[in-house]
């Protein structure tokens, strides 16, 4: 058999550090090289065979992950919060932090976290410019509400971004000058754009054939949209990489972190480390859902009477999130 060779790669913007060692530990190559395409394809020329790589996970190691992949025996991404190795460390730079991840990598102590095929990968891009697309539209209609406010205008709330309604408001309302009205209509133009934008967007995605059969038996779920399913399709992607129910929830933000010593156990607000596009969406559609299903409104109210809405809130959610995992753990789509 022919040995191994081990490579850590520490990826920034313009420049990638890499470290080649054998499985004894012995360095055989070291150095930087700029993040492209190019010196990327001549760097790997000059790789013994067969080699496998590891790097930390950031906003640049999708394309670089794609890039490699097909040339490497093997290639992991290391969970940057849990790569304590480099973050305690005395003396840290780029070509320590490349040795230190090709020794986790070559000893087996690489942690590892999941990587998600390209095609979900550009399909969850889209779906998270969506979002910014929506907050931007909310800061747009708060601004809206701020510029009337400030000028001292009457308005009605429910009514206010509804077309007809906002040109009559512009039209007929005395306090409203030259001046603040082009700043209005230049608000009410960006919202409309924005809302046009979000939802051919959306509708791309519903259509999109490797999404299609995965988001229909997800919106047979009470209060289950278009967006709550093609979220959570896209950001759990192959649910079989969890190897229980709780280690699936405590990915998407519904429970706290454990802190215990001595036998004593402290239980913390919802933890940081979490998923925050499929969090926030889980307690958005928990929110609607006793509306629409009577065992969810039941559950809802068990925990509301134990003091705390949000509590209860969040156990609905949790029971959406079962009902989803049930719905999709048997789909030919699930082994993505």
Request: with cysteine; hydrophobic share 40%; glycine share 4%.
């Amino acid at each position: 058999m022919q040995p191994m060779y081990y490579i850590g790669l520490d990826v920034h913007k313009r420049t990638v550090s890499y470290c080649v060692k054998d499985v004894s530990g012995t360095i055989h190559a070291e150095g930087t090289l700029p993040a492209t395409r190019f010196h990327l394809d001549q760097w790997m020329r000059t790789l013994p065979q067969p080699w496998t790589a590891a790097m930390e996970a950031t906003v640049f190691t999708g394309w670089i992950y794609d890039h490699l992949q097909p040339h490497a025996a093997g290639l992991k991404v290391a969970h940057p919060l849990m790569l304590r190795a480099i973050a305690a460390a005395k003396k840290k730079n780029d070509r320590i932090d490349a040795k230190k991840i090709c020794d986790c990598l070559r000893c087996d102590f690489l942690p590892e976290c999941y990587m998600a095929p390209t095609a979900i990968r550009e399909r969850r891009r889209t779906l998270r410019y969506r979002n910014l697309l929506v907050r931007q539209m909310v800061q747009m209609k708060n601004k809206i509400s701020v510029l009337l406010m400030e000028a001292g205008v009457s308005y009605n709330k429910q009514r206010l971004h509804k077309a007809g309604y906002f040109r009559e408001l512009l039209a007929t309302n005395p306090d409203i000058n030259e001046g603040l009205c082009s700043l209005l209509r230049v608000c009410r133009e960006t919202v409309v754009r924005l809302q046009t934008t979000e939802s051919a967007l959306v509708r791309s995605l519903e259509r999109d054939s490797l999404l299609k059969e995965r988001v229909e038996r997800l919106m047979t779920i009470p209060a289950v949209g278009s967006v709550t399913a093609l979220t959570w399709a896209l950001e759990v992607g192959d649910v079989g990489r969890f190897s229980s129910i709780k280690k699936a929830i405590s990915y998407c933000g519904l429970c706290g972190a454990e802190k215990s010593s001595a036998n004593i156990v402290q239980r913390t607000p919802l933890s940081k480390q979490r998923n925050k596009h499929l969090q926030t969406t889980l307690i958005e559609a928990a929110k609607m859902a006793p509306r629409y299903s009577p065992p969810l409104a039941l559950l809802y109210d068990q925990e509301k009477r134990k003091g705390n809405a949000n509590r209860a809130t969040l156990a609905v959610a949790r029971k959406l999130w079962l009902i989803s995992w049930r719905s999709t753990a048997g789909s030919v789509l699930s082994r993505w």
